[in-house]
């Protein structure tokens, strides 16, 4: 096989194809909003006196902070130069408790969507090494996501009070973290 000489042009100056970059300096954006969103139903349990679940929605939050950390320090290593994206605000009508775990499934779902858009754009630029780096982080951590997310809708849907159903959500969020170790 001959080798592209334009391929090393371009790498001496970074090594993640420009679109496949340009894809995940925008999902640093979309990281940022979802924690924001989830930091917005914090709040929205935190006056309900559902303590709970604002401290659930915090610790989700902190891992979309984690996800935005992934890329950005994933954007460093590759030597690609970037200025951080703009966040939309957060615009929910929060109708009760049970709306935040359907928006929260919907904002998962969308999530592995955008992120699957990243892998179909390494591919295209035969960009093995994001390709590989996008299985192992974004693309394992959001069949997670969405499994944790169906379930406590499930949850949310059941005929009990919110006491219990929080109780159950925190505790069942806190025994799959520490399996993951
Ligand atoms: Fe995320
Ligand atoms: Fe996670």
Redesign the pocket.
Known sequence: MSVNKKIYESRRKQSIGDKTAKLLIEQIGHELYNHNLYRTFANYFATKGLNKLEEYYIKRAN?EIDHHTWIVDRLNYADVLYSYPAVDPVEVDIKDEYETFVLTLDKEIETTQLIYGIVAAAQEENDWETFNWLQDTLVN?QT??EHISRKFLKVAEQDTDWIAKEEYILDAYNAGDSEEE
Do not use: D, V
């Open positions: 891992e951590e997670e996501e």
